[in-house]
């Protein structure tokens, strides 16, 4: 069973820090893509950052500088650390895996509250 489980996230005021962990289990982790979504309420779930199995990155516009996505394959782990938070940050943050292989859904964890707010 596939399991994507996501911790890390709260209440922060602007400026402040957080960071998400999203634990996997049941997947070859260290060929899997990971990537953090996140999606606000009435708005469509979008592309926050994505780390690949060998570690490049991409990150959307509005968190570049800001956010850095990190893996760590030997606790299958990926994280997500958060600096400079502004209240437009606040959304529902999501854990995905891509599988190597296209027959294969991605896979998605339950989502994490983060909320920035003074």
């Known amino acids: 069973q596939v399991q994507l489980v996501e911790s890390g996230g709260g209440l922060v005021q602007p400026g402040g820090s957080l960071r998400l962990s999203c634990a996997a289990s049941?997947?070859?982790?260290?060929?899997?893509?990971m990537g953090w979504y996140r999606q606000a309420p009435g708005k469509q779930r979008e592309l926050v950052a994505a780390?690949?199995?060998?570690?490049?990155?991409n990150y959307a516009d509005s968190v570049k500088g800001r956010f850095t996505i990190s893996r760590d394959n030997a606790k299958n782990t990926v994280y997500l650390q958060m600096n400079s938070l502004k209240p437009e940050d606040t959304a529902v943050y999501y854990c995905?895996?891509?599988?190597?292989?296209?027959?294969?859904?991605?896979?998605w964890g339950q989502g994490t509250q983060v909320t920035v707010s003074s």
């Open positions: 049941g997947i070859i982790f260290s060929i899997y893509a």
């Open positions: 995905n895996g891509k599988s190597p292989f296209t027959t294969v859904n991605d896979y």
């Open positions: 780390i690949a199995g060998g570690g490049n990155t």
